[in-house]
């Protein structure tokens, strides 16, 4: 399995045409190569062809980063913790904590910061949001992996 991240990394790397040496910080990389392209005509399609599946960001930065607008509840053991990528408040990415690979042991506050990876999982266009199964996060500390 992540062999096939790795190689679906690299082939996003190559489409969009971003070098090792071009490191982008965590709000360009989102808002140029995710959020921005995203916003056009065929969004869904551009979305199922190339992001869905793929861990983000790649190599183009280290990381992916957003603050926490509020953690919902999805099941007893299950939660879904949404962020700002933009900071302005409008949750935008949305990791899931499925209790069995990752478990939040305690909420983080709002306003939190989050650095993460995260394999793409879903999208939708209107009001924007990805939803990320984590591979790394860091940020808060009452949190559990499995793997």
Do not use: C
């Not at 399995?1 to 070098?19: D, N, Y």
């Not at 879904?80 to 935008?92: H, I, V």
Request: hydrophobic share 50%; aromatic share 12%.
């Amino acid at each position: 399995m992540l062999v096939r991240f790795v190689r679906l990394s690299a082939i996003f790397l190559l489409m969009f045409g971003i070098a090792a040496s071009e490191a982008k910080t965590p709000l360009s990389f989102w808002l140029d190569f995710v959020k921005g392209r995203l916003r056009g005509p065929n969004a869904d399609q551009l979305f199922i062809n190339q992001y869905k599946q793929a861990l983000l960001p790649g190599q183009a930065t280290a990381y992916l980063e957003g603050s926490v607008v509020s953690v919902v509840r999805t099941s007893s053991t299950a939660r879904t913790l949404l962020l700002s990528m933009e900071r302005n408040g409008t949750a935008d990415a949305a990791l899931l904590f499925d209790g069995r690979a990752w478990t939040l042991k305690t909420e983080p506050q709002k306003g939190t910061i989050v650095h993460f990876t995260g394999v793409a999982l879903d999208f939708i266009k209107e009001p924007f949001l990805i939803t990320f199964e984590p591979a790394w996060i860091e940020g808060f500390l009452d949190l559990e992996t499995t793997h």
